[in-house]
């Protein structure tokens, strides 16, 4: 995780907890008091963060997965509740996207 997500993960989170696979194919646990060493992403992973107002998180999201530069990659997507997923999965399904709601 780069040092301008990780400012952002302290911003925006409580008690964030990190589950991480190593190269060995090892899992590791980092939680909120953790002393273990950080792992580095792959080098092709694109991580984003955005603030976005409420009232327009939907029509970012499809604009992001449909109009962008990123159309053709595969993305993961988190919502606070499992209506929100549900919600969210039912419109990108409707807008003929694949989306496979997981909670």
Do not use: C, E, W
């Amino acid at each position: 995780m780069t040092s301008k997500v990780q400012s952002l993960q302290r911003a925006s989170l409580k008690n964030p907890v990190r589950i991480s696979v190593s190269s060995d194919m090892s899992p590791s646990f980092n939680g909120p008091n953790s002393t273990s060493s950080m792992s580095r992403p792959p080098p092709n992973l694109l991580q984003s963060y955005l603030f976005i107002p409420h009232k327009l998180k939907d029509h970012y999201l499809v604009h992001l997965l449909t109009l962008s530069p990123l159309t053709n990659l595969s993305a993961i997507v988190f919502a606070r509740t499992i209506n929100t997923t549900q919600r969210l999965s039912l419109l990108l399904r409707a807008l003929g996207l694949s989306a496979i709601p997981l909670h």
